[in-house]
């Protein structure tokens, strides 16, 4: 059997079907400026700011509090330090983050500490969920912004988001969550949820690459971090990328919609988890049950994780050994090395990410698929052989 199987969504996703055909009639035809005051400006402005209510509604906030941005990456930057810098005017100049975080943050975070403020990266336990009391230790009257993930892009444990609101809250710091991975995936309604900052990306939902929006509460006040026209309320220079807005929005409708069918997904990733874990020398990276739906991320001891993607790339197979943004560096993924996960285990850890189009056949093919590549590659490393011949000698 042989078949092809994207189980790569946590990097990027397909643009799906209905957001292409709502996306369409807007290229073609809704090329105005939004700027403009003629009609044609009008009509691309009505449909920018109509995009903006529908995500809005799905999140659960106001559409005054969405701005539209190119991705989590700008989000993620503008967060932090637009966060940053408003605050360091009130004599606020610590930021609290954690280990796991995505380049996007942990490298805004590091440039701001260039810059002179201080920074905390709190650890994780062996599942990578933060540690609260360190969380609680670390935040004090000098800490303007906790910077936390809602979930994470490679083992896709989920934080607990509202103790973090709690204790950063207690000290008036301000908290940024990067939803990134979550959106779409888990139900997140900001009328409830009391983050003050909370980014997402198109590409991870099925809209396009080159979107993403960011929220901020009403009230809470952060510095620019795109100058240029009166764009996004003054708040984003740049001429709006209006069909892509509105590929944003059809993308959260439909996985708001979708949500309620994700327990099929959960049960495909269950299996996988179950099946592949009983291969020898393997193990679940990330937390059993407060993980992403869709997320997979297990490790193989004595194997080089890239050696297992080549050849299920061979096999038909795409799929990850961690963060798509790091799988050029042969470096062990941070996230792993901060849960305590050991080096040989980090490094041949596999993220299988699958979506709503994923099939129960497809989930048969990689069960069936990867242990003898397992096996092979295994059978090739002296280390397993001294593994083999050891457990030879204690039967
Ligand atoms: N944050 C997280 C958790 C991610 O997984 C990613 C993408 O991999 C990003 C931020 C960056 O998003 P984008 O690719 O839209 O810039």
Redesign the pocket.
Known sequence: MSRFVYADN??TTPVSREVIEEMLPCLEACYGNPSSLHSKGREAKDVLDNSRERVARVLGCDSSEIYFTS????S?NWAIRGAAMRMKAKGRTHIVTSQIE?H??LHTCDALEREGFTVTRIGVDADGVINLDELSDAVNEKTALVAI?YA??EVGTVQPIEKVCEIAHAKGALVFT?A??AVGNLRIDLSTLPVDML?L????IHAP?GI?ALFVRRGVSISNLIEGGGQERRRRGGTENVAYAVGLAKALEVAEEKLSEMTRVEKMRDRLIDELTKIPYSKLNGHRTKRLPGNANIGFEFIEGESMLLWLDISGICASTG???SSASLDPSHVLLAMGVPHERAHGSLRLTISHDTTDEDIDYIIETLPPIVEKLRNMSPLWEEIVKKDKATI
Do not use: L, W
């Not at 991705?71 to 700008?74: F, I, S, Y």
């Not at 990306?201 to 991870?204: D, I, N, T």
């Open positions: 946590a990097a991705g989590g990456t700008e993620d995505h996007a943050v993930m994470n892009n990067d990134v991975q980014s990306s198109g590409h991870k690459k993403g963060s798509a943004c």
